[in-house]
């Protein structure tokens, strides 16, 4: 009984430092977002590049309050990809 709460604890930990660095990882990205076509799109990039044409750069919450529920998914998924690209 023992062994399986730490095993829990261990997940748990384990959880709250994937999440942690992944919040970490997103400060650190600049997002453009276009609104030239019909449908919005978001990009990440690295701190030294630039938005693209027709692109303007904005905060992550910026884009949270603005976005529909299914960019907010795509942005929260590229997010986490772009997190784990060094």
Same mark, same amino acid.
């Given at each position: 009984? %023992?062994?399986v709460?730490?095993?829990?604890?261990?997940a748990?930990? @384990?959880? *709250?430092?994937? *999440?942690?660095?992944?919040?970490?990882?997103? %400060?650190?990205?600049?997002?453009?977002?276009?609104?030239?076509t019909?449908?919005?799109?978001v990009?990440i *990039?690295?701190?030294?590049?630039?938005?693209?044409?027709g692109?303007?750069s904005a905060a992550?919450?910026a884009?949270? %309050? %603005?976005?529909?529920?299914?960019?907010?998914?795509?942005t929260? @998924?590229?997010?986490i990809?772009h997190?784990?690209?060094?």
């Open positions: 009984m %023992r062994h709460s730490h095993a829990k604890f261990a748990l930990a @384990g959880s *709250i430092l994937l *999440i942690a660095f992944v919040i970490y990882r997103a %400060r650190t990205f600049h997002y453009c977002a276009g609104y030239e019909l449908s919005s799109h990009s *990039i690295s701190a030294d590049q630039s938005c693209g044409a692109e303007e992550f919450q884009l949270w %309050r %603005r976005e529909g529920l299914r960019a907010k998914f795509k929260t @998924g590229q997010t990809v997190a784990f690209i060094p």
